[in-house]
């Protein structure tokens, strides 16, 4: 697959793309990267990319037609023909929130462009024009979209075979469908023993059977105290067992017992 990224600081995807444990999507090809500098399809001596916002009001829109140009630079370099382009991605805080569902939609893909907004936004007519997806990491606004770029790509990086040492690990994610949507459970290494606090015994059992069955329970705790709304679509989708429901319903008549 091939993303395409489209931003006025190439240079911050530098040291992200050599480093860490998805730089070998990155090197072996399984995940092609290329960096398009916005500046470099802009015109007059200053490059400029912006201006100021027509009815007035704070801060700077990027420009139509440098975006315009870039865009078409990538789909002649991606060889694109009409009916078969790739998505044209914008980080945007009205877009759909990025979740684990779509993360595996786009690990299963051929790519998209991406484009890294800064300033107040864009001109909405590049975006009314081009973009075919907004997608947003939550409610709160970054300085520009090269973080929101880097998170989908090592996202997607992580899915890939043959990137995590354990191919099965990502499998345990938190809202993974392995594990019902559920948030993964604490984990503990050594010492057994420190600063007075010590590992489960269950843990320390050697009984498989049982170690699941905690690991099993704690998801629920956990998911059930900081994200119940996981817990109900768990329900929803009937992924939930009896048992896990009689567990559920002693924890909400008896809170303290499990905290």
Known sequence: M???????????????????????????GLVEVKLWNLR?????????VDDRSFGGGPGMVMMAEPL???????????????GARAPVVLFSPIGRA??????????????????CGRYEG????????????????????LSGGEIAAMALLDAVARLQPGVLNDEGSHQLDSFNPALDGLLDCPHYTRPETWRD????DTLLSGNH????????????????????????QARVAGRLSA?????????????EQDA
């Open 243 to 255: 048992g896990d429901e009689a567990f559920l319903a002693d924890l909400i008549e008896n809170p």
């Open 197 to 200: 606090q010590i590992v489960p």
């Open 40 to 48: 470099e399809f802009a015109e007059g001596n200053y490059r400029r």
């Open 209 to 232: 059977a049982h170690i699941e069955g905690w690991r099993r329970e704690r998801r629920l705790v956990l998911t059930q105290r900081q994200r119940p709304d996981l817990v109900q």
């Open 2 to 28: 091939r993303f395409d990224v489209i931003t006025l600081f190439p240079e911050l995807f530098v040291p992200f793309l050599i480093s860490g444990v998805t730089r070998r999507a990155y090197e072996s």
């Open 68 to 82: 315009a140009r870039c865009l078409e630079a990538v789909r002649a370099d991606r060889a694109e023909v009409e």
């Open 122 to 141: 864009l001109d909405q007519r590049f975006i009314d024009s081009f973009v075919t997806q907004q997608i947003s990491l939550g409610d709160f606004v």
């Open 98 to 115: 990025l979740d684990h569902t779509g993360i595996e939609g786009w690990s299963a893909s051929t790519g998209a462009v991406l484009i």
